[in-house]
């Protein structure tokens, strides 16, 4: 079983739209998660990192589900320069390993 | 601006020769470093965990004599892919973890290997 499982999309949505994602994590040990951000051929970039209590960055919100075991990530008002696959991360502290999602494509159309 | 440095970017080789990625962390010191490898539309696969002064954690099925890691300082770790085979083109990516707080890993710009 992958320790993170994420829907790879994609996702085509239209600009202005409201986009979600989610990421389901199977190690209840798990103790940080954060989303990424990846551009095509490029290295993915932290976008933000999700808080017990959630927490938002403008248009992005990131919630976490200790009890169901997943993470998600909320767009608003997309934007044609949000086209990019999100990853979700997960942080084992004991191994401070890392295992990321395969990641979600997403693609604002005009 | 960036916080670890990932050098070469772009390499292409011919089949049978070794190719040596290095990877920086520029204003701190990582005494973990992470060697990813990337495949077209396809996620970033853990190769190993590169500890300073001790051997690297290689992930299952990733040969360790195959890719060679050096992490000699707290600022520096080398992957070394040796005889390298056109199966081993791919895109690897390092990071480093920066304690504060929460573990947030940062990445190298990643190097994109082409093996002919």
């Known amino acids: 079983r992958k320790e993170v499982e994420q829907d790879p999309g994609p996702f085509n949505v239209p600009e202005g739209a409201t986009v979600a994602f989610n990421c389901t994590y199977s190690?209840?040990?798990?103790?940080?998660f954060f989303w990424y951000r990846q551009d095509c051929r490029k290295e993915p970039k932290l976008l933000m990192s999700?808080?017990?209590s959630g927490n938002e960055d403008g248009r992005f919100t990131a919630q976490l589900n200790r009890a169901s075991q997943y993470i998600s990530l909320l767009i608003r008002d997309s934007k044609l320069s949000d086209s990019a696959t999100y990853l979700c991360?997960?942080?084992?502290?004991?191994?401070?390993?890392?295992?990321f999602g395969t990641g979600t494509s997403l693609t604002v159309i005009p | 601006g960036a916080v670890v440095s990932q050098h070469p970017s772009w390499v292409i080789c011919k089949s049978g020769t070794s190719v040596k990625i290095e990877c920086r962390s520029l204003?701190?010191?990582?005494?973990?470093m992470f060697w990813y490898r990337q495949f077209p539309k396809q996620s970033l696969m853990l190769m190993a965990t590169?500890?300073?002064?001790?051997?690297?954690?290689?992930e299952q099925g990733v040969e360790k004599d195959k890719f060679l890691i050096n992490h000699a300082s707290l600022t520096l770790s080398t992957l070394t892919v040796t005889s390298a085979h056109p199966e081993d083109s791919s895109f690897y990516i390092c990071s480093a973890t920066r304690t504060s707080g929460k573990n947030i890993q940062y990445f190298g710009a990643g190097t994109r290997l082409s093996v002919l």
């Open positions: 999700v808080y017990s």
């Open positions: 991360a997960v942080n084992i502290f004991a191994g401070n390993q890392f295992y």
């Open positions: 590169s500890n300073e002064g001790s051997k690297a954690t290689y």
């Open positions: 190690n209840s040990a798990s103790q940080s």
């Open positions: 204003d701190f010191q990582a005494t973990t």
